[in-house]
């Protein structure tokens, strides 16, 4: 069943956009409806929500049945706080292996890809820029992924790399490609002088900053072993709530929303094209995923295109994205999401964005008439139309027209342009 009437499950791999101002109902639409409908036909169900809508109103309809059916569908929903409230974080380790066997190379640079990504800054500093910290992250990160550690012991790598170049031969048996970060902080870092270190290392230790002064993110990252098995969600065909409101930093928010966007696109990318069961992808404002700096889009921009027109297509994600106005995308996120298949706009505050989808999903009519001019005759005793010219409207007000059906739409209405199937 579709949570649509008229939009095919065969059609949901084309993904849905959602673009709808505030209180529109776009967080009800998408936890009431889509991601609730998906979790009853036993579809997986992942819900990344940056202001706790949409996770509310899932949650809520679980409230209002009787308790038999709450007992039988609370043990497939996994709510996970991502402001770590309480005494309790739930674990998201940065250097983790995916599947067994992995290099260490791919271990450490996943956390490295997520820095690029979230400060474009880098690419352009020409000394305490990306290489710098690409260099120093990537022998780090190899190192204490090798040993079994996490970020929150890279510091002491750095302070002290003769206690743990020790430990590093100890298992450089066990991963060969360990022999060159061996000879690094053998051979080069150690006859660094103390002010050439601080140099060096001083971009790297400026990003994990945060995993050294903040307790509860020092705790999420600084786990063993990650607290959600992806293959677990879709074998037991879970709900996953990913709530980011506790979390009142934004850099930080920030970095949990893009760091769990890429472990679970680490694992789409490991299923392969083919035929799958579906799996639910619900990723409400998009844009707080992104930092709003132009020069800073592009990198996520290909990850987001890469999930709706590759990933999603070929591995039978059904995805759906939600945002508030179109400015609030850089043009070529916006290009993406105009390719998904499905677009449900609602209401918005703004004129000029309402105006921008008015253009995009109205057609123009040319022969649209507005009003009529007719031609006057007299036989010298009265008058007589004898033809009536058409006067049409014009492009400019037709587009008026169509912003306006966009902008005083009431709440909980929506047009909806539906993909009949895939293609």
């Known amino acids: 069943r579709s949570p649509f009437s008229g939009l095919r499950d065969a059609a949901r791999s084309m993904g849905i956009r959602i673009s709808a101002g505030k209180g529109s109902g776009k967080s009800r639409l998408m936890g009431r409806v889509i991601g609730w409908q998906d979790f009853l036909n036993g579809v997986p169900v992942i819900i990344s929500d940056p202001v706790g809508g949409t996770i509310d109103n899932f949650l809520d309809k679980l409230g209002y049945l009787d308790p038999d059916e709450q007992a039988r569908l609370l043990p497939r929903v996994r709510y996970v706080d991502m402001g770590g409230e309480g005494e309790h974080v739930f674990p998201f380790p940065l250097y983790y292996r995916l599947k067994s066997g992995e290099d260490l190379y791919k271990t450490a640079f996943r956390y490295l890809e997520t820095i690029r990504r979230l400060d474009p800054n880098l690419e352009t500093a020409s000394i305490q820029g990306w290489n710098a910290v690409r260099e120093i992250g990537t022998f780090t990160g190899m190192a204490l992924a090798a040993l079994g550690c996490q970020i929150t012991e ?20 066990d991963y060969p490609d360990l022999e060159d970060v061996i000879r690094f902080f053998e051979y080069r870092y150690l006859d660094m002088k103390a002010q050439e270190k601080d140099r060096f290392t001083a971009a790297f230790r400026n990003k994990i900053s945060m995993f050294m002064l903040d307790r509860t993110t020092k705790a999420m990252f600084g786990a063993a072993r990650p607290g959600i098995d992806w293959q677990e969600v879709e074998e037991r065909r879970l709900a996953v709530l990913l709530d980011f409101r506790h979390e009142q930093n934004i850099e930080r928010r920030r970095f949990k929303m893009l760091w769990t966007f890429w472990y679970l696109m680490e694992y789409i990318k490991t299923r392969g094209y083919g035929r799958h069961n579906p799996i639910s992808l619900i990723i409400d404002e998009v844009t707080a995923m992104t930092n709003m700096r132009v020069m800073g889009e592009s990198l996520f921009a290909e990850d987001i295109d890469e999930l709706i027109n590759v990933y999603a297509r070929n591995t039978n994600i059904w995805l759906t994205i939600a945002h508030q106005e179109p400015w609030q995308i850089d043009e070529r996120i916006g290009k993406s999401l105009m390719t998904m298949g499905t677009q449900i706009i609602g209401s918005t505050s703004d004129m000029e964005s309402a105006k921008a989808l008015g ?40 587009l008026y027209m169509a912003a306006y059906k966009v902008k005083e739409q009431p709440g909980f209405h929506f047009f909806i342009r539906p993909a009949p199937g895939e293609g």
């Open 154 to 173: 890279a510091e002491d790598v750095l302070t002290r790399p003769e206690a743990w170049i020790g430990r590093m031969k100890a298992v450089a048996d």
């Open 359 to 398: 253009e995009q999903f109205f057609k123009i009519d040319p022969h649209a008439v507005k009003r009529y001019t007719p031609t006057w005759v007299s036989n010298g005793l009265e008058f007589f139309i004898i033809h009536e010219e058409p006067v049409n409207y014009t492009v400019e007000e037709q």
